[in-house]
């Protein structure tokens, strides 16, 4: 069973940039998908971005709009997501998440419940 742990977040101002990781340990590393998820105060929680296994591949939400970038080093047992240019409205927990790779993530890899682990978030705020 992998335990995921995510640090990086904090205040920034509009413009700026963060780097969240995603630390894991209890399970191989490299068999799982790694997602990012976030939620905003009353507001359900939704994808950001997503990355197989083996870093093959990447998906992303809409509204990254080419802003945040997705990546794993599976040596170190770590994923990250770079953020830049953001923006008031990116302020929200932001979550990790791990599901076994293969094709039930892939053919629904946005979704919340094909992710089985779960860390306990990281506050990114966003000040104007």
């Known amino acids: 069973q992998v335990r995921l742990v995510e640090s990086g977040g904090g205040l920034v101002q509009a413009g700026g940039s963060l780097r969240l990781s995603c630390a894991a340990n209890g399970g191989s590393f490299a068999k799982y998908a790694i997602g990012w998820f976030r939620q905003a105060p009353g507001k359900e929680r939704e994808f950001v971005a997503t990355?197989?296994?083996?870093?093959?591949?990447?998906d992303y939400a809409d509204f990254v709009a080419g802003r945040f970038t997705i990546s794993r080093d599976n040596n170190k047992d770590t994923a990250y997501l770079q953020m830049n240019s953001l923006k008031p409205e990116d302020t929200a927990v932001f979550y990790c998440a791990a599901s076994e790779s293969g094709s039930t993530w892939y053919s629904n890899r946005q979704s919340l419940g094909v992710y089985g682990y779960w860390g306990r978030g990281t506050q990114v705020t966003v000040s104007s």
């Open positions: 990355l197989s296994g083996g870093a093959a591949v990447k």
